[in-house]
């Protein structure tokens, strides 16, 4: 029988944890005090139970005085205990205790990552979209998709398990709005899509082998066909003849937003790009503006050059002096902080050059089929007129095809892209687009 040491007090073994040396403590056979000196001058203590002999061991019990001599005699004792039972060495008992400890750990992380929701998880999904740049005009974008995910995923999937989600589930989430509000439908479906994506190979909460849930072939059977849905509204605009009434009517606005709407309307540009228009994107002669494939809408389909009409020149010749002032790199900067105006700036005009139009009798700036199909006025808006306004009155004229796509930025050629813009095809987009400009302005 292993003898058991002269049974110390706390206070003596505070006094030996300052020699250095192994020291029995006693009240469990081969409890030791373990001291040494450290680098820093002093000492370090820990507890050792030792067992000699053939089927000895030597065990670490913790260090002094985190561990104190009472507890390190009842984990001494435990141990000796289990060892007379079960007749193992505790070195293997200690092992199999700290494996059982890291599979309980596992289950119960897998447990947790299983429970996890898409309402757990999806503003970490839009951190990481944000982050890797998804995203031209980040904080923004963020901000409408997000809304636009709140609004209508999360109300019934919200509580949906992520790692166990099926398309039956996607199909319960879109159903309300899948006939009703198509548009909206056809936006989230992708960034639910991506989600499923990222939470399966970025956040690895869901199986790899598990099929997407939100892919559009497995969720075809489950919700109703593009028969049954809603058509798609196109943006409000005007028919050609309100054209040249209304410039008129904006260019009585002396705001900087009526200047950009201006441009933008002599351009066919869209919103997003006429606001952040920058100089050095200008040929000195202002003859051109030039935007890179990552600025476009379609990045794919190259660079956009827009030949400026004479008047284009002219507004954007008059925006010198109020920039320098400013200080903005921007062509059409907020008089407020110089930042490019908000997606609803150039609305805005309209909707103030609208209410001026009914005051003094007239119809104002309606799109005239949608008012009559609604009942009630449903105003114009930038994008249209820009885009929409321009192509119904270039078609009208039989203009030619090729190049009205080319003003709008349309894809023409896979293979060529924006290289249509290096030949004659400029020349003709220049005098396609004076010709707008000087029916915009009845000249």
Same mark, same amino acid.
């Given at each position: ?6 049974? %110390?007090?706390?206070? !003596?073994? *505070? ?15 081969? %409890? ?18 030792? *067992? ?11 260090? @002094?005085?985190?561990?104190?001599? =009472? ?16 007749? !193992? ?26 429970? %996890? ?7 970490? @999904? ?9 995203? *031209? ?27 166990? &989600? ?7 989430? @879109? ?20 989600? @499923? ?6 956040? =690895? ?17 489950? /919700? ?13 605009? /005007? ?18 937003? &009526? ?22 994107? /200008?040929?000195?002669? %202002? ?9 476009? =809408? ?45 997606? &609803? ?9 609208? *209410? ?16 009559? =199909? ?51 095809? /400029? ?17």
């Amino acid at each position: 029988m292993p003898r058991v040491g002269r049974v %110390l007090s706390a206070a !003596q073994v *505070k006094e030996l944890s300052k020699k250095v040396g192994e020291h029995s403590v006693g009240g469990v056979a081969g %409890l030791l005090l373990s001291v040494r000196a450290s680098s820093a001058g002093g000492f370090s203590a820990s507890w050792v139970l030792r *067992k000699q002999g053939a089927d000895g061991f030597r065990i670490g019990l913790g260090s @002094f005085p985190e561990v104190s001599l =009472k507890a390190a005699r009842e984990k001494a004792a435990e141990i000796r205990a289990e060892y007379t039972v079960r007749g !193992q060495n505790p070195a293997e008992i200690r092992r199999e205790i700290a494996k059982r400890v890291v599979e309980q750990k596992e289950r119960e992380a897998l447990e947790a990552s299983n429970a %996890l929701t898409i309402g757990d998880l999806y503003e970490e @999904f839009f951190d990481w979209k944000e982050k890797r740049g998804d995203w *031209k005009d980040s904080s923004e974008a963020r901000r409408r998709h997000e809304m636009r995910f709140r609004k209508h995923i999360l109300p019934l999937g919200a509580s949906v398990p992520v790692s166990s &989600a099926t398309a039956d589930d996607v199909a319960r989430i @879109f159903m309300p709005i899948w006939c009703d509000y198509r548009t909206t439908a056809d936006k989230l479906l992708p960034i639910v899509r991506m989600f @499923f994506a990222w939470a399966t190979y970025v956040r =690895k909460v869901r199986d790899g082998s598990l099929a997407n849930p939100a892919d559009r072939d497995g969720l075809a059977p489950l /919700l109703p066909s593009d028969k049954a849905r809603k058509p798609v509204e196109h943006f409000p605009f /005007l028919e050609p003849d309100q054209l040249p009434p209304f410039v008129a009517a904006i260019r009585k606005d002396p705001t900087v937003a &009526a200047r950009c709407l201006e441009v933008a309307i002599l351009t066919c540009s869209r919103s997003a790009n006429i606001r952040a228009m920058r100089w050095d994107e /200008l040929s000195d002669d %202002l003859s051109t503006w030039t935007i890179s494939a990552e600025d476009m =809408k379609v990045t794919a389909n190259g660079q956009h050059i827009v030949p400026l009409s004479r008047q284009a020149q002219e507004i954007i010749q008059s925006m010198r002096v109020f920039v320098q002032y400013l200080g903005s790199p921007y062509v059409f900067p907020s008089p407020r902080d110089g930042k490019p105006y908000s997606v &609803a700036g150039l609305n805005r005009v309209i909707r103030v050059s609208h *209410k001026k139009e009914l005051l003094a009798g007239r119809e104002g700036w309606i799109d005239r089929e949608q008012s009559k =199909k609604e009942g009630k006025s449903v105003i114009a808006v930038q994008h249209a007129i820009s885009r929409a306004t321009f192509e119904t009155w270039a078609h009208g004229r039989r203009e030619d095809e090729r190049i009205i796509a080319l003003c709008l930025h349309h894809d023409i050629d896979t293979k060529l892209k924006s290289a249509y813009d290096r030949d004659k095809s /400029l020349d003709d987009k220049r005098a396609l687009l004076q010709r707008w400009a000087d029916f915009c302005y009845g000249e």
